[in-house]
């Protein structure tokens, strides 16, 4: 087995590690929202105002964070009003993005709060810049968030919501460079700033509005917007990633069914989002050298085509430990870059790419996925420390075998996340912990065949398990298998 050395420094304490970077995304598609989360009040499937039980204690053992809705590219066609007010009178409409179904509007802008208040989650509304008006959006922001004597406000109380919810995260827009209107980054900073002018701030809320960023790549589109748009109007700029193997979307392959060459090349292409977040943020780095704007990578994770016989528009995909050591890598990445990024959201949370709930009737499956982010549970709202892996190349490839990222938290424990990509090598981590008497050490693992998912009706191939970690002397010494996700926890004396 091969050794390599691994150095913590406790005391060299970087950024804040927002939990928001343990972000979900949650659309009006396929069978994320309807027959996902939301079954409906009626269902025999057991539910708490028509939103799934065994969804909403999922979420919250993962301590999620924050919850984006209504879309992605839905959002720039979606009508509010259309999705409040008696069900029965609630406009129907075509869901024109994703697979032609009838939407009807029975999910709207009460259901999602009443979840994320089961969850105790925070709420992230994208709103509709593409194919709303500047009053349309405005009238949501007041209905929202309104506690005055108002038109919108009104409306809200006669819809049965007295009291006005409290909402932070609002976007200005979901990819206006493609679905959300086709635009230039000179005319979506210029309209970002108009209807930016009238989302307000009620009744004691603050809004922490967020535009429109780039594409991956397009570095250009995160220069206009940062140049055209001050730190005083916008507090966020989104970046969306998604990992295709070989950046093949015409093919991109299947989510079970791949060679050990397939499976490098998806790892090569999530690795990507290194080089995105650090060109990103030297750019902002340039305009805000004083971090008041964040980096929020709102859409990320794997994207294959979609499991033989489902609706193509539906983007339903299955979940293996190739996506577990995919979420691993994104999220040791986006802990380093902490100090820039400060929310990300996994797309999509339920029965959508890659999810962490599969479902199927009333049956619950929690991916691989799922289980990484259970691990990582343990980074919220702490502080990145230093870290340093020793580290070898996948054989013919130009990225590192062994990623990780470390935290201390409010009560002194260091936590320290740790994946192995490579399918063959297992590797003896020997850890020096500096100026760190240890007390004591336990370790949690993900692990399986890569091809290895949970399904319907068998019992869970990947799930969380007690890993063994030797402490003594400032030191742990722990194995990392191949293809495994391991969290550390180290009480310091
Ligand atoms: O997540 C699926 C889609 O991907 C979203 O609707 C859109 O924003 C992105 O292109």
């Known amino acids: ?245 070989y950046s093949n979307w015409a093919d991109k392959g299947s989510a079970t069914v791949f060679s050990n060459e397939d499976y490098y090349a998806t790892i090569e292409e999530t690795m990507r989002m290194e080089e995105l977040l650090t060109r990103h ?36 995909q299955q979940n293996t430990m190739r996506d577990a050591i995919v979420a691993a890598i994104n999220l040791n990445l986006f802990n380093q870059h902490s100090d820039r990024v400060i929310m990300a959201n996994l797309a999509q949370v339920v029965n959508v790419l890659q999810s962490v709930i599969l479902t199927e009737g009333k049956e619950m499956v929690l991916t691989p996925t799922y289980h990484v982010f259970d691990l990582y549970k343990c980074h919220h709202d702490s502080t990145l420390i230093y870290s340093y892996t020793e580290n070898e190349k996948i054989e013919g490839k130009n990225y590192d075998t062994i990623s990780q990222s470390a935290s201390i938290d409010s009560d002194g424990k260091i936590h320290i996340t740790i994946s192995n990509c490579s399918l063959d090598n297992e590797f003896e981590i020997d850890c020096n912990i500096v100026d760190t008497a240890v007390k004591s050490a336990s370790a949690r693992i993900v692990t399986g065949e890569v091809h290895n998912f949970n399904d319907f009706g068998a019992a869970e191939k990947i799930n969380a398990q007690d890993h063994n970690v030797e402490a003594a002397d400032g030191r742990i010494t722990v194995k990392v298998p191949p293809c495994s996700v391991i969290a550390v926890e180290v009480i310091p004396e």
């Not at 039980?53 to 259309?82: Q, S």
């Not at 029975?106 to 810049?129: D, Q």
């Not at 919501?161 to 990819?175: P, T, V």
């Not at 780095?285 to 033989?308: A, M, Q, S, T």
């Open 281 to 316: 943020s030297e750019i902002m780095n340039r305009y805000d050298p004083e971090h008041k704007v964040g980096l929020i990578v709102d859409e990320w994770g794997c994207w294959f085509n979609v499991e033989e016989g489902t609706n193509p528009g539906f983007l339903y």
């Open 1 to 245: 087995m091969k050794k390599l050395r691994m150095i913590i420094n406790p005391l060299d304490k970087k950024s804040h590690i927002n939990k928001e970077i343990y972000g979900h995304f949650s659309e009006h598609l396929g069978r994320c929202i309807y027959n996902g989360i939301y079954v409906g009040e009626d269902s025999s499937i057991p539910n708490t105002d028509g939103i799934r039980n065994d969804v909403i204690e999922a979420f919250k053992k993962i301590g999620m964070p924050v919850l984006r809705w209504p879309g992605g590219c839905f959002a720039d066609t979606y009508h509010w009003k259309d999705a409040i007010g008696d069900k029965a009178d609630r406009k129907k409409m075509i869901n024109v993005h994703w697979g032609g179904v009838t939407e009807d509007n029975s999910f709207g802008t009460h259901e999602f709060f009443r979840l994320c208040e089961l969850v105790g989650c925070e709420p992230y509304i994208a709103g509709n810049l593409g194919s709303g008006s500047v009053q349309e959006m405005a009238e949501w922001v007041e209905y929202m968030t309104s506690d005055d004597i108002s038109p919108m406000a009104d409306l809200r109380r006669k819809n049965g919501q007295e009291k006005a919810w409290k909402l932070k995260y609002f976007g200005i827009g979901n990819e206006n460079w493609g679905c959300g209107g086709n635009m230039t980054p000179e005319y979506y900073s210029d309209e970002y700033r108009r209807y930016q002018s009238f989302c307000r701030d009620y009744s004691g809320n603050q809004l922490f509005k967020i535009a429109c960023g780039p594409n991956a790549f397009d570095y250009n589109w995160t220069e206009v917007i940062m140049k055209n748009i001050t730190p005083w109007h916008m507090k966020g700029i989104s970046l969306h990633f998604y990992t295709v193997p």
